[in-house]
């Protein structure tokens, strides 16, 4: 297995890191279904495992498209429009999902 932090991140490397963040974000998307004020902790959770660089920086660009959506997620919350929210946040997910895959191909 490469390094975490050099170019030669392996393709499981980044799996590992990418199922991690997905599991944040899976916990965010069950707790915005419930009134609790927990709810908030679990979304800030998912924000900060997104904050962190990939392994190699090779997913960068993916994360951004990523933590765009999960942005867009969060202010359309605090406006109120919660299908909106949830769509982002499903996206984001499957999004994650999908890169999942095509990694674990790799």
Same mark, same amino acid.
């Given at each position: 297995m490469s390094s975490v932090d050099g170019k030669g991140a392996s393709a499981s490397v980044r799996v590992g890191? *990418?199922?991690r963040v997905?599991?944040?974000?899976?916990?965010?998307?069950s707790s915005?279904?419930?009134?609790?004020?927990?709810? /908030?902790?679990?979304?800030?959770?998912?924000?900060?495992?997104?904050r962190e660089q990939s392994p190699g920086a090779k997913d960068e660009d !993916? *994360? /951004?498209?990523?933590?765009?959506?999960?942005e867009e997620a969060i202010?359309?919350? +605090?406006?109120?429009? !919660?299908? +909106?929210a949830m769509a982002?946040?499903?996206? +984001?997910q499957d999004l994650l999902a999908l890169r999942i895959i095509? *990694?674990?191909g790799d």
């Amino acid at each position: 297995m490469s390094s975490v932090d050099g170019k030669g991140a392996s393709a499981s490397v980044r799996v590992g890191h *990418l199922l991690r963040v997905s599991s944040y974000l899976d916990g965010a998307i069950s707790s915005m279904w419930m009134p609790n004020p927990r709810s /908030e902790m679990l979304v800030g959770m998912a924000q900060a495992s997104l904050r962190e660089q990939s392994p190699g920086a090779k997913d960068e660009d !993916f *994360l /951004e498209g990523v933590r765009n959506l999960m942005e867009e997620a969060i202010t359309y919350r +605090a406006n109120g429009d !919660f299908p +909106a929210a949830m769509a982002r946040m499903r996206v +984001a997910q499957d999004l994650l999902a999908l890169r999942i895959i095509q *990694l674990a191909g790799d």
